[in-house]
């Protein structure tokens, strides 16, 4: 039974009470870097961003200079939730701001070939008529093992610029997500591999 106040307020129902879901501002997906840095958590995971590519060897500080073009940088951040709706980690990726780039100056390639669902199906289909053991494989940040064949220059990461030379830029050193070449210098990395390994291209 529904029962309606003088002013027409309805009572809630009881059930609805069981039922509750997180709203802290962590588990946000912050869409500026000045509502980040004022969580610590989020700038834990932009650091271990950050470690990843100087792992890599990404790129290098060098001086500025006027004659470089220079691309902007920018942080994209997602907090994942485990099923229950609770917050599992919180994930923060630098990208590069890939619509500054120039033809001609900054790339020349960026078509990089895929494979045809019909292809896939016909492989399949000889493996299972051959009984052939099947191996996958998945290559974590596929596009940070990309070799660049021309000289990018981007702004240091906003919010993480390093205090003993602010007024560097990173020379990139491997391909970065946001880049126009990223996905041909990692189709360009991987054949090299697969060639190495007695595959025909």
């Known amino acids: 039974m529904v029962m309606h106040s003088q002013h027409k307020i309805v009572k809630p129902n009881p059930k609805y009470a069981l ?15 000045h509502s980040t840095l004022v969580h610590p958590r989020w700038k834990v995971a932009m650091g271990e961003e950050l470690e990843a590519l100087h792992k890599n060897q990404t790129w290098e500080l060098v001086p500025h200079s006027p004659n470089l073009h220079i691309i902007g940088s920018k942080w994209v951040f ?28 900054d790339y020349t390639e960026t078509f990089s070939p895929v494979i045809k669902p019909s292809t896939i199906c016909l492989i399949i289909t000889i493996v299972f008529v051959k009984k052939w053991p099947v191996r996958q494989l998945d290559v974590k940040n596929a596009f940070l093992h990309g070799v660049l064949s021309k000289n990018i220059y981007m702004e240091q990461p906003p919010g993480m610029v390093d205090p003993q030379f ?3 830029v990173c020379k990139i ?10 996905p041909r210098a990692w189709f360009d990395r991987f054949s090299l591999f697969l060639v190495h390994y007695g595959f025909f291209l």
């Open 19 to 33: 039922i509750t879901m997180p709203s802290t501002d962590i588990t946000r997906n912050p869409h500026n870097i």
């Open 78 to 105: 997602k907090s994942e939730l485990k099923p229950n709706e609770s917050l599992d980690h919180l994930k923060a990726r630098l990208v590069a701001k890939g619509y500054h780039q120039v033809d001609g100056v």
């Open 173 to 182: 050193q491997k391909a970065l997500y946001g880049l126009r070449q990223a």
């Open 166 to 168: 602010p007024n560097y």
